[in-house]
């Protein structure tokens, strides 16, 4: 089955920790992106990257830092310089090109940080 | 400054009749339009799209009709079931600098009763 894969689920951190989200596609998608939702909010883009070895700030970077060295995996990592890193965190991939293309995203990672 | 704005933050229809969602945007280098559905705690699924070259695409209960000279987007939903009761999410994307980049609106909860 291709998809996009997030894990864990959930997870929980004391504040003042780094840590690692994990975001893997088998799509053969160039193209992909993190977003974090907040309650009654829409989605917001942190950081998205079109080839391997480049990224690309969104809306709201500070805080949290990306890699992409293989094209199927961008791990998201959010730092202790975040200021409110409780947030579900949402992975997505698309075809990057000069077409109209849909982004399809994993399942989410509840973090949670005390 | 929000550029995608749904300013329904719930919607409750009855089961078998239309559901209308709306979305309205403000800028006009939007030409890519996106409806995606969420369930809580999953991640968004990609439900229907539209270029700004036509004004309506349909896809079997989903219609999205577009007014670019309102600056906006609705999606039907007809017949409404139960199973379509989620949280809706309008995007918009400019192609261009940003290539890929969807701006997303707040949501619109849908009810839909038996």
């Known amino acids: 089955d291709g998809g996009i894969t997030q894990s864990p689920k959930y997870l929980f951190r004391k504040e003042g920790q780094n840590v690692t989200l994990s975001c893997e596609q088998n799509l053969n998608h160039d193209a992909m992106y993190w977003y974090r939702q907040d309650p009654g909010q829409g989605l917001r883009l942190i950081y998205y990257?079109?080839?391997?070895?480049d990224f690309q700030k969104g809306d709201i970077a500070e805080g949290y830092s990306v890699s992409r060295e293989k094209k199927e995996s961008f791990p998201l990592t959010v730092t202790s310089a975040q200021k409110n890193p409780t947030a579900f965190y949402l992975c997505a991939s698309s075809i990057w090109g000069t077409g109209n293309y849909e982004q399809y995203f994993g399942p989410g990672t509840r973090l949670t940080v005390t | 400054d929000q550029q995608v704005k749904q300013n329904s933050p719930s919607l409750s229809v009855q089961e078998g009749r239309i559901s209308i969602l709306n979305c309205d945007y403000t800028n006009s280098m939007f030409d890519y339009f996106l409806w995606y559905k969420k369930y809580p705690a999953e991640g968004p699924t990609f439900l229907i799209s539209i270029s700004s070259i036509k004004d309506k695409n349909e896809d079997g209960r989903f219609t999205v009709f577009l007014n670019k000279s309102a600056k906006h987007l609705s999606l039907h939903i007809v017949p409404s079931q139960p199973g379509d009761s989620a949280v809706y999410f309008c995007?918009?994307?400019?192609?261009?600098?940003?290539?890929?980049?969807?701006?997303f609106g707040k949501g619109t909860k849908l009810s839909v009763k038996p």
């Open positions: 995007a918009a994307s400019a192609r261009g600098g940003s290539q890929g980049n969807l701006i």
């Open positions: 990257s079109q080839i391997v070895n």
